[in-house]
Every structure is written in structure tokens, then in C-alpha cells.
T-cell receptor
């Protein structure tokens, strides 16, 4: 298996632009998570889905952030409009159907976002 | 929000030495996990602990789930250069029907050959 796939790996954009991050979970996993990592705040859960349904989005910082999972093999995290403080590494992770949230979460390589 | 206090924040050790790190919280967690992150990669799970008092080993790694369920430690014995990376603790929080992992800030380990 290729593991969790994220694209792009790096994104540099200007303030005010729309940014879309993409994730393909491991086939057969029914949980998908979006995290944000910064030096100041560490690794924070933004939102997670179970069977394509958002379960907890309490970590989404504000209305500029939105996430969708139209099918079991694809999810997007969108920031519109982007701001410099959104600069961070964004990780997607997925986990097994037989387990719960705390079972092994497989992380993707991350997308490093820089907003100028 | 919930926070995990992870210490130390960084360590510089010589190859062959042992290293310990821990996490504490004011909240009770149901599960503790330890992850390692290599540069440019996502975190990878090292050890999972599910019961208070549980002591689990994985090769040179040993971790324990504190009796109070508010802390955990990770030991690495006989360190080698490939142990370099950032180590994170994470605790499972269950609130209002939602489960989530809360991560510590990480401990950056440097191993000098």
C-alpha cells in the first residue's frame, strides 16, 4: 500500500488566495483526520471524519477553514481566504475500521503551507 | 483546551546512552500513545498504552501508563543515531461522544555518534 497520500507537498501562496490541500487515505480505512502542526502550538486536530461524515470539527480555527470528504478515498481541506498565520504543516491521517480513533493512525507526509 | 505537558523539550545525548521523557496532564486520559516524527515526515506510532499502570516494551523502547491516568513516560535504551527525531506523546480524550487525540509539544532528540 502506498500509505496516506497528500498533495501538494509544498504550497506557497499570497495572503487572500484560496488554498486547497488534498488527501487520499489508505484504502479500507474509515477514519480520516486533518491536523495542523506549528512550532508554537504543536500538533492540533482540526477535524475528523468517520465513513465520510464529519464527526468533530471543533478544532477548525474559523470559518475560513472548511473540509470535505466526498468519498472514501478523497478529502480536501480548504482555506479561503488564506492569511500568513495559516502557515504551518498540515497532516492528514487515517486509521483502521476495526479500531477506534486511538488505534494506529497512519500519517501522510504533510503539506508545508507558506502564506506570504 | 486540553494540554499535555511534555518534558524535556530537547535532549542531546551520546550514542549508547539511555534517555527518558514524560508527559503529564491535569486531565485523565483513557489511552496514551507515543509517536516519533522524522524530518519532513508525518508522526509514526511507536507504542500504545491502554490501561493504567501498563508497562509496554517495543525493542529498546519502554513506556508506561501512569496509575493516575494523568501521565506517561517513554524510555529509550542504548540510543543509536537513527533515534534522532521528535517524540510526541498523545492522550485520548472522550468528550460528548467524540474521541480525539491531544498531542504534547514534542521532545527533540539529538544523538551524537
Amino acid at each position: 500500500d502506498a500509505g496516506v497520500i497528500q498533495s501538494p507537498r509544498h504550497e506557497v501562496t499570497e495572503m487572500g488566495q484560496e488554498v486547497t490541500l488534498r488527501c487520499k487515505p489508505i484504502s479500507g480505512h474509515d477514519y480520516l483526520f486533518w491536523y495542523r502542526q506549528t512550532m508554537m502550538r504543536g500538533l492540533e486536530l482540526l477535524i475528523y471524519f468517520n465513513n465520510n461524515v464529519p464527526i468533530d470539527d471543533s478544532g477548525m480555527p474559523e470559518d475560513r477553514f472548511s473540509a470535505k470528504m466526498p468519498n472514501a478515498s478523497f478529502s480536501t481541506l480548504k482555506i479561503q481566504p488564506s492569511e500568513p498565520r495559516d502557515s504551518a504543516v498540515y497532516f492528514c491521517a487515517s486509521s483502521y475500521p476495526s479500531g477506534g480513533v486511538t488505534d494506529t493512525q497512519y500519517f501522510g507526509p504533510g503539506t508545508r503551507l507558506t502564506v506570504l | 483546551g486540553q494540554q499535555l505537558n511534555q518534558s524535556p523539550q530537547s535532549m542531546f545525548i551520546q550514542e549508547g546512552e539511555d534517555v527518558s521523557m514524560n508527559c503529564t496532564s491535569s486531565s485523565i486520559f483513557n489511552t496514551w500513545l507515543w509517536y516519533k516524527q522524522d524530518p519532513g515526515e508525518g508522526p509514526v506510532l511507536l507504542i500504545a498504552l491502554y490501561k493504567a499502570g501498563e508497562l509496554t516494551s517495543n525493542g529498546r523502547l519502554t513506556a508506561q501508563f501512569g496509575i493516575t491516568r494523568k501521565d506517561s513516560f517513554l524510555n529509550i535504551s542504548a540510543s543509536i543515531p537513527s533515534d534522532v527525531g521528535i517524540y510526541f506523546c498523545a492522550g485520548q480524550l472522550i468528550r460528548g461522544g467524540s474521541e480525539k487525540l491531544v498531542f504534547g509539544k514534542g521532545m527533540k532528540l539529538t544523538v551524537n555518534p
